[in-house]
């Protein structure tokens, strides 16, 4: 199993990145998918995920971003927009399953930084 993260760098607030997961070895449709991000001094936290029954985003981030897959490329995605500078974070991909066969795999982060 991989999960190989691209797509972070440096952007003016306001702006726009969009974030990729390439994903090998993983069933969607078994899996819950997501984006997490971790700041300097601060722990991992969610910020979208997808499930069988829809998306979950946290609440700092609904409606700026979206989180979607595309089946046949096997690769998650993070569309960010309107950035804010404390969405500066190392983001990274993950696909987990809590049912048997149980499995949590990350990619390598990669890092956002939201500046002027």
């Known amino acids: 199993v991989q999960l190989q993260a691209s797509g972070g760098g440096l952007v003016q607030p306001g702006g726009s990145l969009r974030l990729s997961c390439a994903t090998s070895?993983?069933?969607?449709?078994?899996?819950?998918t997501g984006w997490y991000r971790q700041a300097p001094g601060k722990q991992r936290e969610l910020v979208a995920a997808?499930?069988?029954?829809?998306?979950n985003y946290a609440d700092s981030v609904k409606g700026r971003f979206a989180i979607s897959r595309d089946s046949n490329k096997n690769t998650v995605y993070l569309q960010m927009n309107s950035l804010k500078p404390e969405d500066t974070a190392v983001y990274y991909c993950?696909?987990?399953?809590?049912?048997?066969?149980?499995?949590?795999?990350w990619g390598q982060g990669t890092q956002v930084t939201v500046s002027s």
């Open positions: 070895g993983i069933r969607f449709s078994n899996s819950v």
């Open positions: 993950n696909a987990a399953r809590s049912n048997y066969p149980q499995y949590n795999y």
């Open positions: 997808l499930t069988s029954g829809g998306t």
